[in-house]
């Protein structure tokens, strides 16, 4: 079974910034892909961004959080981020981590099996 853990949102202000965490771990460590989805009230669940098992290859999914957001990872911690800059009020949302067995970067929810119970980011105008 793997763990995820979401952490680090909060309510900040147009402009401001924040850093989730995730962490995870299993009884077999995860070796996958590590990637970062958001919900908004009454919307799908969307890609953001995901990172690969060795961390050389990032994909962004929104271009509306190109060159705002950053993903990360600690691979020996078993650890990622999100480092979220320059934050609107339509960056509101629930994040959640999200990882697979399979080595292959998605944007798409239903290509992941274990996630976590996601964080609440709200920034306010």
């Known amino acids: 079974q793997v763990l995820l853990r979401e952490s680090g949102g909060g309510f900040v202000h147009t402009g401001g910034s924040l850093t989730l965490s995730c962490t995870f771990a299993g009884v077999r460590p995860v070796d996958g892909v590590i990637a970062w989805f958001r919900q908004a009230p009454g919307k799908e669940r969307e890609g953001v961004s995901c990172m690969t098992k060795s961390g050389g290859d990032t994909y962004d999914y929104l271009e509306s959080v190109k060159g705002r957001f950053t993903i990360s990872r600690e691979r020996l911690r078993n650890i990622a981020y999100l480092q979220m800059n320059s934050l609107k009020p339509e960056d509101t949302a629930v994040y959640y981590c999200?990882?697979?067995?399979?080595?292959?970067?998605?944007?798409?929810?239903?290509?992941?099996?274990?996630w976590g119970q996601g964080t609440q980011v709200t920034v306010s105008s």
């Open positions: 999200a990882t697979t067995r399979k080595n292959v970067c998605s944007g798409l929810s239903y290509e992941y099996e274990f």
